[in-house]
């Protein structure tokens, strides 16, 4: 019985070790992305229905990201979300979506609440897993050699995968593109604030 108390005991002291070195990890790649300052990030979205291209630029909390035929602004407080395919704009509080992976808002740090974090390996490269605390989408962040710039994010919840592999992202003095109803005449404004 003391064996495997001890074992146990081991277990969990190595697991809270990996969960240190994870969110560490995750502190160090925050850190990177908002030294850059004002950056862009070119992507590749790959799940089921196939490959799409997109963008991502980030300036201070501010935020415009471009995926298929969706585009996001995040402006201050309020969030903007342009569907094309259907001429809808939905508009709502930012602070809301302050959870979602990869918000430029704050980057992983209100991640640990959701997720338990693990630094490990994955396809050959240092990597973060991040498993849901209740349910939801296991999430590996896989880092390129320095060990804080992002190589590619995949998703897996179930029969469900997506991985987005990051194809550039540099420092950039172009401006945010900015939301206007008038860009977008004839689409339906849904407001949630």
Known sequence: MRRIALIALLFAASLAMANERGEARLKRISTHYSALGAYKVEFKLRASDGVQKGEL???????????????????????????????????????????????????????????????????????????????GETIYVILAADGESILKVQYSSGEHNAEMVLESCYKTSQPLPRFSKERYKGFELIDFR
């Open 57 to 135: 630029m980030v300036v201070d909390n501010n935020s415009y990201m471009r995926v298929g035929d969706t585009e996001v602004y995040v402006v201050d407080s309020s969030r903007y979300e342009v569907r094309t395919s259907t001429k809808e704009i939905i508009v709502d509080r930012a602070d809301l979506y302050e959870k979602d992976l990869l918000n430029p808002m704050n980057g992983f740090s209100n991640i640990a609440a959701d997720y338990n974090i693990e630094e490990c390996e994955r396809e050959g490269s240092l990597a973060v897993r991040l498993s849901p605390k209740q349910s």
